[in-house]
T-cell receptor, first 112, second 112 residues
């Protein structure tokens, strides 16, 4: 089984809809991250969390919110999706003492 | 904003040849990491080099770091078709090494 899983893997939605992307991990890591990737670009950090009670904004948090339901679960929400949020979304985890990050397989989101 | 800029943006080589890709960054770092991404999939960590290291090896991978020039290079020796992927450098800042800033990547094509 994959250590970091994301659901759904693909989603097509309409402008104005609320969307939730979910991430689960079995690595036992405290730190979790949400990134987006646009075609031909690297990843940009949306939100990150050190534990259930510690959530921080990243570089591009506007239009997004997150929830850390448990150490193993970190969800990303788009309250009212817009077309320029069409992108690949990745969840990642890391250990508190090691900077290496482990990525999920990604969610391809299309907002029409 | 993206800290790491990679060069070249795309590289096409014959199987068996070596592939070199470069990364430049702007601010002082704690460490620099290289990741691989197969088409549309999650990133996989390849190697991490700390700011006090100059060179690191892992199998067919060799990474160098020149902090005076704020640059790093990734060399893949004896390339294989399976090495075809996008390669990203990511920098971790001195005061926030948990937060990675990714470059825009190099797309490597290894022709059989």
């Amino acid at each position: 089984d994959a250590d970091v899983t994301q659901t759904p893997r693909n989603r097509i939605t309409k402008t104005g809809k609320r969307i939730m992307l979910e991430c689960s991990q079995t690595k036992g890591h405290d730190r979790m991250y949400w990134y987006r990737q646009d075609p031909g670009l690297g990843l940009r950090l949306i939100y990150y969390s050190f534990d259930v009670k510690d959530i921080n904004k990243g570089e591009i948090s506007d239009g997004y919110s997150v929830s850390r339901q448990a150490q193993a679960k970190f969800s990303l929400s788009l309250e009212s999706a817009i077309p320029n949020q069409t992108a690949l979304y990745f969840c990642a985890t890391s250990d508190a003492h090691i900077d290496t990050q482990y990525f999920g397989p990604g969610t391809r989101l299309t907002v029409l | 904003s993206q800290q790491g800029e990679e060069d070249p943006q795309a590289l096409s080589i014959q199987e068996g040849e070596n592939a070199t890709m470069n990364c430049s960054y702007k601010t002082s770092i704690n460490n620099l990491q290289w990741y691989r991404q197969n088409s549309g999939r999650g990133l996989v960590h390849l190697i991490l080099i700390r700011s006090n290291e100059r060179e690191k090896h892992s199998g067919r991978l060799r990474v160098t770091l020149d902090t005076s020039k704020k640059s790093s290079s990734l060399l893949i020796t004896a390339s294989r078709a399976a090495d075809t992927a996008s390669y990203f450098c990511a920098t971790a800042a001195m005061d926030s090494s948990y937060k990675l800033i990714f470059g825009s990547g190099t797309r490597l094509l290894v022709r059989p």
